[in-house]
């Protein structure tokens, strides 16, 4: 049979680490496939797109700055793609070119791995109203959290949020009180903590019984899981979503669902640290 061929596209692309996590599963499961990095310029991405079936492609990543276009671009899309307005994970399903979004998924994953339970930890406070965000929030809603509060710079793009995700999400423009009976606390915001006093989101205001979590993995503890961890809270970063969202994908494209183990994780984490 003909090798299985998937890709990760973005420009730039050379820095993704998506090529060592599926060349680790491609190699550990014995299975004949590639993955590889292509450079895609946002003018040709339509073109890209159009070609992936006669160039043989099961499917592929998508990041970015081409999240948003391949959310047009695609027949079809997952219902987690619709929520969070990107599309990251493509397939082909009878021909049909389909879209999904796994970062919320990715970032569920990751939780359920390491603080086992959090689900039932709400009220959550997200910090930031991003692409990321929007992952987060649709994870958390996915999860049952009733009471999610977005704290971002700019209100108005909370507020959008907040409207989209609809009842149980509020936006908010500054921290406040907003900790004080929280059990979850996410940075989904590029800078974390740093430089900005509305973000200034002190994990000494959490309940003892509060979950901290950054997606920003580099580096990998963030001054707030820094802070979280001196204050006595569970704490967990965000390699461990890099590496579950790469999950469905693999699955659809290699047949087979990899696991994320701690040989993995030890072999992003030493290229990360190369760095
Ligand atoms: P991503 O897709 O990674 O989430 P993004 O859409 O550019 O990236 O969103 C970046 C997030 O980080 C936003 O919430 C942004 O706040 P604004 O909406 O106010 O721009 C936040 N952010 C970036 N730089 C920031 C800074 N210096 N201070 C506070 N927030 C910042």
């Given at each position: 049979m003909a090798e299985k061929r998937a890709f990760v596209t973005g420009?730039?692309?050379?820095?993704?680490?998506s090529p060592k996590i599926h060349g680790y599963w491609l190699n550990k499961y014995g299975i004949d496939g590639s993955y590889q990095a292509i450079d895609v310029a946002p003018t040709d991405f339509a073109d890209f797109l159009k070609s992936l079936g006669e160039e043989g492609y099961r499917g592929g990543n998508v990041t970015i700055p081409h999240k948003e276009a391949a959310f047009a671009g695609v027949a079809r899309r997952d219902h987690a793609a619709d929520e969070i307005g990107a599309v990251n994970t493509l397939w082909f399903e009878d021909g049909v070119l389909w879209g999904g979004n796994t970062d919320g998924y990715g970032f569920a994953a990751n939780l359920d791995q390491y603080?086992?339970?959090?689900?039932?930890?709400?009220?959550a406070v997200v910090l930031g109203a991003g692409g990321a965000s929007r992952a987060v929030i649709h994870a958390l809603k996915e999860r049952g959290i009733k009471d999610i509060r977005i704290v971002n710079r700019t209100l108005a793009r909370a507020e959008e949020l907040s409207r989209h995700f609809g009842p149980g999400v509020s936006a908010h423009g500054a921290v406040g009180e907003l900790l004080a009976d929280a059990g979850l606390l996410i940075n989904t915001t590029a800078?974390?903590?740093?430089?900005?006093a509305t973000l200034?989101?002190?994990?000494?205001?959490?309940?003892?019984h509060a979950i901290v979590t950054d997606i920003v993995y580099v580096p990998l503890e963030t001054p707030l899981l820094a802070a979280a961890r001196a204050r006595g809270l569970n704490t967990v970063d965000g390699l461990g979503m890099l590496l579950h969202q790469a999950v469905p994908g693999f699955e659809r494209w290699f047949g087979r669902k990899p696991e994320v183990t701690p040989e993995l994780r030890r072999m992003i984490v030493a290229d990360i640290e190369g760095h």
């Open positions: 420009h730039p692309i050379a820095h993704s680490r603080a086992p339970g959090w689900a039932v930890n709400g009220p800078l974390g903590m740093h430089g900005d200034s989101a002190d994990p000494a205001g959490l309940p003892d």
